[in-house]
C-alpha cells in the first residue's frame, strides 16, 4: 500500500481526513474529526504537526471522553486476542512485542495482571508495547513495567495511559506515512551500547527490572566510554577527535570559513549512581549526528561545530563538579587535584592512572577564547514531568535555575513522650515540620513570577538517636532553594530564613542554618533563545518555554558564552537520575531535526 502523505492529509473535507486516519486511535474517530476542525490554515506543515495536533486534541477532551479512549483499548494478551478480535494494528502490536507466543506461565500471569489492574483502576492496562524505539519489547519488562504501574496513583496512572496511547499513534502514523526516524533510532542505539560500559556487576540498584548505569569520573567504564565516543566521532566524519588533560571528549568539524568562529556543543558523558542512560548524553549524541548527516552530504556550513562530551558533570566520585566544563571557561580549582575519593585516591593520581598528566598547566591550556566562538548550545533530556505531562516533545530552555543549600539543625528538648504535656514541649522535629511547610508555602508564592516559578525542597530529615517515646530534642534537615534569578533566590532564602527563626523563636527551640552551597542562575542568550525557538517552529512545533530546575553544564559556559538550551521529553513522567529514564526514537529525531534548523540557519 502507497504511503499516506501530508498533502493527501491536508486535502481531504472532514470525512476523508477521518477515514485517512482511521485505526491511528483505537475505534476514536471523533479524535481526528476534531483534528480537522483546528487544522491550520494552510494545512498540516509536516508529520510532527499532525501528531501534536492529535494529542492536543485528547489533552483537551472530557476526562469521560478520555476515558472512552482508554477503554476502546484491548487488554494485553486478553480474551480478544485469544479470540483474534483485535484491531489490525492491536494485533501487529502485540505481535511485535511477542504478546502472541507467551508461554503458559506469562499469560496466566498477564491475566492475573488484567485482573488486578481493572479492579483498581477501572480501565485496561495501556502500554505502547512496540516501545522508545519502535520495535517491540521484551515480554519480560511488558510484564514488569505491568507490576509496576499497579501502584501508581489513580490520577497517575490515567495520565500515563494516555501517553502511552499516544506513543501508540505516534508508531501507527509513521507506518502508514512510511517514516523511520533514522537517527533517533541511531541515538538509541548509541545510548544504548554505551550504557554497557559501567562500575559493578548484575542488578545493583533495587531494582528488579532495570540494569545499572554508574560511570564516575575516571573509572574504567569512565575510559571505556571516552575510547567509544571517540570511535564514534571519527566514524561520523569529525575532523578533529581526541581526549584532553580533564578528560573531555572534543570533536571538530570544521567550518568552509576558518576564520569564522566555532559554535560549542555538548553534554556529559558520566552519571549518577544507577542513573539513565540519556542525561547528558544525548546532547553529545544529537549534534554527533548532525556532523555524521553533513559529512555524508559531503556539505560544509561557514561556521565549525566543537562538540564536547564533558568528562565530569555529576560530582559523584569528589566532592566536586563541571570538573570538565569548569577547566573550558579557565575556572578549574587548583585544590580540586587534591580530593581524595572513597579509596583515598585523589584527582591527581585517578587523572594520571588513566592516562592524562594530572598538571595543573595542561589543565589551565583548555581554557578557550570567547572570540573564537559564537556561544554554546545544549540539548538535554528534561529530568522532569513537565513537557511529558502536557505531551510536547521540546521545550526551550529561558533559564537555569539559581541555587542556595544550606545544612541546618533544630536543637530542643528530648523529654518524656508520656509526661511532657503539649504546650510545654520544645519539639526539634515539630518546628523542622513548620519550616518544611513554610519553605513550600513561600516557594508557591513565586508561582506567578515575570522570571518564573521558585522550587524549595527540604531533602533530607533526621532525629539523631530518636525513640518512640522521646519528644525529639534535636532535628537535622537540609533545605534546597532555588530560583530563575539571583535576586528571586536571594529575595526567597532570605524569607525562608527569616520564617525559620520565628518558628524556632515561637516554639523554645534553636535553629541553625549553615550556607554550603550558592550557584549563580544562568539565563538563555535572548539571540539564541530566539534561534532555538525558530528551529523548532520551523517543524510546525509549538515553542513552549521552561525553566531548567537542575544544573548543566550551560552554567559553566554561560560565564564567558551566550548560552542556551533545548530540552526533550523524558518518558515515564519524565523521571530522571533513574534506570527508568527514557526517551523515544521520534523525540531524538526530533532534537536532531531542530539542530540541524539551528545550524542551517547560522
Known amino acids: 500500500m502507497p504511503a499516506l502523505t501530508l498533502a493527501q492529509i491536508n486535502a481531504a473535507d472532514q470525512a476523508g481526513f477521518v477515514a485517512l486516519l482511521d485505526g491511528i486511535y483505537e475505534h476514536s474517530p471523533w479524535i481526528a474529526a476534531e483534528a480537522w476542525a483546528r487544522k491550520p490554515a494552510g494545512g498540516f506543515a509536516s508529520l510532527d504537526q499532525l501528531k501534536h495536533a492529535l494529542a492536543q486534541v485528547v489533552r483537551t477532551a472530557t476526562q469521560g471522553a478520555q476515558l472512552a479512549l482508554i477503554r476502546a483499548h484491548p487488554e494485553l494478551a486478553g480474551k480478544a486476542a485469544v479470540a483474534g478480535q483485535l484491531t489490525a494494528e492491536s494485533t501487529n ?83 502508514k506515512f512510511g517514516f523511520t526516524p533514522a537517527e533517533g533510532d541511531l541515538i538509541l542505539q548509541w545510548a544504548e551500547a554505551l550504557a554497557a560500559h559501567t562500575e559493578g556487576t548484575g542488578l545493583d540498584n533495587g531494582m528488579d527490572d532495570q540494569p545499572p548505569l554508574t560511570v564516575t569520573y575516571l573509572s574504567e567504564a569512565h575510559q571505556a566510554c571516552a575510547i567509544q565516543l571517540m570511535a564514534w566521532m571519527r566514524a561520523c566524519g569529525f575532523d578533529e577527535v581526541s581526549r584532553d588533560a580533564v578528560g573531555n571528549v572534543v570533536g571538530r568539524f570544521h567550518g568552509s570559513d576558518p576564520t569564522a568562529p566555532m559554535l560549542l556543543t555538548g553534554s556529559h558523558y558520566d552519571t549518577v549512581r544507577n542513573g539513565g542512560r540519556h542525561d547528558g548524553r544525548l546532547g553529545i549524541f544529537v549534534p554527533m549526528a548532525c556532523v555524521r548527516t553533513l559529512h555524508a552530504q559531503g556539505r560544509r556550513l561557514k561556521h565549525g561545530i566543537e562538540v564536547v562530551g564533558f568528562a565530569e558533570e555529576e560530582g559523584q566520585r569528589y566532592r566536586a563538579t563541571f570538573l570538565g566544563s569548569s577547566a573550558l571557561v579557565g575556572d578549574f580549582n587548583p585544590d580540586w587535584l587534591e580530593l581524595s575519593d572513597a579509596d583515598g585516591i585523589t584527582v591527581k593520581q585517578a587523572m594520571r592512572a588513566a592516562g592524562l598528566s594530572g598538571e595543573l598547566k595542561d589543565i589551565q591550556a583548555l581554557q578557550r577564547d570567547p572570540s573564537r566562538y559564537l556561544g554554546f548550545v545544549e540539548v538535554h533530556i528534561e529530568q522532569g514531568p513537565v513537557l511529558d505531562g502536557l505531551d510536547t516533545p521540546l521545550g526551550i530552555v529561558t533559564s537555569i535555575n539559581g541555587a542556595k543549600r544550606f545544612s541546618c539543625e533544630a536543637v530542643g528538648t528530648a523529654c518524656h513522650a508520656g509526661t511532657t504535656p503539649m504546650p510545654m514541649r520544645q519539639d526539634a522535629a515539630a518546628a523542622v515540620a513548620e519550616v518544611i511547610l513554610a519553605v513550600e508555602a513561600r516557594a508557591q508564592q513565586d508561582a506567578n513570577s515575570p522570571a518564573g516559578p521558585s522550587v524549595g525542597t527540604v531533602g533530607v530529615l533526621s532525629v539523631p538517636q530518636g525513640s518512640i517515646n522521646v519528644v525529639p530534642g534535636r532535628c537535622q534537615f537540609t533545605l534546597d532553594l532555588r530560583a530563575p534569578t539571583d535576586a528571586q533566590r536571594d529575595a526567597l532564602a532570605a524569607d525562608v530564613l527569616a520564617q525559620t527563626q520565628a518558628i524556632a523563636q515561637r516554639r523554645g527551640v534553636h535553629i541553625r542554618c549553615d550556607l554550603h552551597l550558592t550557584v549563580a542562575a544562568a539565563p538563555s542568550d535572548a539571540a539564541w533563545q530566539a534561534r532555538w525557538e525558530q528551529a523548532v517552529t520551523q517543524m510546525g512545533l509549538p515553542a513552549f518555554r521552561l525553566l531548567s530546575g537542575a544544573g548543566h553544564d550551560a552554567m559553566k559556559l554561560h560565564q564567558v558564552l551566550p548560552q542556551a538550551m533545548l530540552f526533550v521529553r523524558g518518558g515515564n513522567a519524565g523521571i530522571s537520575h533513574n534506570p527508568l529514564e527514557t526517551i523515544t526514537n521520534d523525540d531524538a529525531q526530533r532534537a536532531v531535526n531542530a539542530f540541524m534548523n539551528l545550524l542551517d540557519a547560522l
Open 93 to 175: 502490536e502485540q505481535s511485535k512485542a511477542g504478546l502472541t507466543h507467551c508461554t503458559p506461565e506469562e499469560f496466566t500471569q498477564l491475566q492475573q495482571l488484567n485482573a488486578d489492574y481493572n479492579a483498581r483502576f477501572g480501565w485496561p492496562f495501556i502500554l505502547a508495547v512496540r516501545g522508545p524505539h519502535g520495535r517491540g519489547l521484551p515480554r519480560a519488562e511488558i510484564i514488569r513495567t505491568f507490576a509496576r504501574r499497579l501502584n501508581n496513583s489513580a490520577g497517575f496512572e490515567l495520565a500515563e495511559c494516555l501517553r502511552n496511547i499516544h506513543r501508540i499513534a505516534e508508531i501507527r502514523l509513521n507506518d
